[in-house]
Nanobody
Framework: VQLQASGGGLVQAGDSLRLSCVVS????????MGWFRQPPGKGREFVSA????????YYADYVNGRFTISKNDAANTVYLQMYSLKPEDTAVYYC??????????????????????WGQGTQVTVSS
């Protein structure tokens, strides 16, 4: 299974971006998915997750309604729509596929250990 993230870039504070993550080589509709990010000089942190059926979503507190996660099974793609971007959102954003053994609606949705396949990351830089 491979995950290919894209859509990052350099934007100004207040702008929007949509990140995409295409999953190939596996059954897209069998695993929960998530987004993490790694700000400069910091560890990787949870951003958002979505259940395999798209019926339940989770966000980090700092998102505060600014981001929306979604998925398109026909396109094998999960998205992260980001609005009202802030300089502190600057980070490398990673999509991740969760182990089917640990559903996101039962086990800690933010725990990295349950995400077993990772994409290469896409850089988001927000200038003030």
């Amino acid at each position: 299974v491979q995950l290919q993230a894209s859509g990052g870039g350099l934007v100004q504070a207040g702008d929007s971006l949509r990140l995409s993550c295409v999953v190939s080589g596996g059954t897209f509709s069998s695993n929960d998915m998530g987004w993490f990010r790694q700000p400069p000089g910091k560890g990787r942190e949870f951003v958002s997750a979505i259940t395999v059926d798209g019926g339940k979503v989770y966000y980090a507190d700092y998102v505060n309604g600014r981001f929306t996660i979604s998925k398109n099974d026909a396109a094998n793609t999960v998205y992260l729509q980001m609005y009202s971007l802030k300089p502190e959102d600057t980070a490398v954003y990673y999509c991740a596929r969760r182990s089917a053994r640990y559903p996101v609606n039962i086990y800690d949705h933010a725990a990295r250990r349950y995400y077993t396949t990772w994409g290469q990351g896409t850089q988001v830089t927000v200038s003030s």
